[in-house]
């Protein structure tokens, strides 16, 4: 099993990126997969999540802003942000969680960083 996330780096305040996840090794549409955060010295933090059928959640910090979506075609979960800020600046993590179990998996993550 592999995440191998993308789309991360070094982006002015105010603007955009797409992060993207491409799932190999499972069962892509019994997985709900989510975006985490995490910054040195805090804990991971969920972003975002989108259901195996479709349902998504967000974090109150990123509501309006960030857009969680899921291609089945291509095995792969998407994160477009919008009207960055510092403070979302982190490493972000792709995680796969098969629906009714605990099993976990997760992606090794992609840098963004948002400064002026």
């Known amino acids: 099993v592999q995440l191998v996330e993308s789309g991360g780096g070094l982006v002015q305040p105010g603007g955009s990126l797409r992060l993207s996840c491409a799932a190999y090794g499972i069962i892509f549409s019994l997985n709900n997969m989510d975006w985490y955060r995490q910054v040195p010295g805090k804990q991971r933090e969920l972003v975002a999540r989108?259901?195996?059928?479709?349902?998504?959640t967000y974090t109150d910090s990123v509501l309006g802003r960030f857009t969680i979506s899921r291609d089945s075609d291509k095995d792969t979960v998407y994160l477009q942000m919008t009207s960055l800020t510092p403070d979302d600046t982190a490493l972000y993590y792709c995680k796969a969680n098969r629906v009714g179990t605990d099993l976990d998996y997760w992606g090794q993550g992609t840098q963004v960083t948002v400064s002026s």
């Open positions: 989108i259901g195996a059928g479709g349902k998504t």
